[in-house]
Nanobody, 124 residues
Framework: VQLQASGGGLVQAGGSLRLSCTAPGDRLENYVIGWFRQAPGKEREGIAVISVSGAVTYYADSVQGRFTISKDNVENTVYLQMNSLKPDDTAIYYC??????????????????WGRGTLVTVSS
């Protein structure tokens, strides 16, 4: 699966962005997909995961209530809607495929096919 994350940019604190994760030539509806982010000098952090069906999601405490992960099988895209953005949300954001479903986000070692990330910068 060749994943591509897009939709990043520069936004003011309190603003919103929607990131997209696509897989040309494959169907994301067949996979568990997670979103991770990595800020400068920090480890990669898992922030959201969505089940194969799209019915079950989990979020990191740092984004709970502000971010929403969703699947659109018609568009073959997994979205990450990010609201009430904070400067601490500044990072490169990645989507990846998880090798199997667990009722949590898990660590980055459980994911593969990371693809290129997209940079989100939140100004204060």
């Amino acid at each position: 699966v060749q994943l591509q994350a897009s939709g990043g940019g520069l936004v003011q604190a309190g603003g919103s962005l929607r990131l997209s994760c696509t897989a040309p030539g494959d169907r994301l509806e067949n996979y568990v997909i997670g979103w991770f982010r990595q800020a400068p000098g920090k480890e990669r952090e898992g922030i959201a995961v969505i089940s194969v069906s799209g019915a079950v999601t989990y979020y990191a405490d740092s984004v709970q209530g502000r971010f929403t992960i969703s699947k659109d099988n018609v568009e073959n895209t997994v979205y990450l809607q990010m609201n009430s953005l904070k400067p601490d949300d500044t990072a490169i954001y990645y989507c990846a495929v998880r090798n199997l479903w667990q009722p949590n986000i898990g660590s980055s070692t459980e994911y593969y096919d990371w693809g290129r990330g997209t940079l989100v910068t939140v100004s204060s």
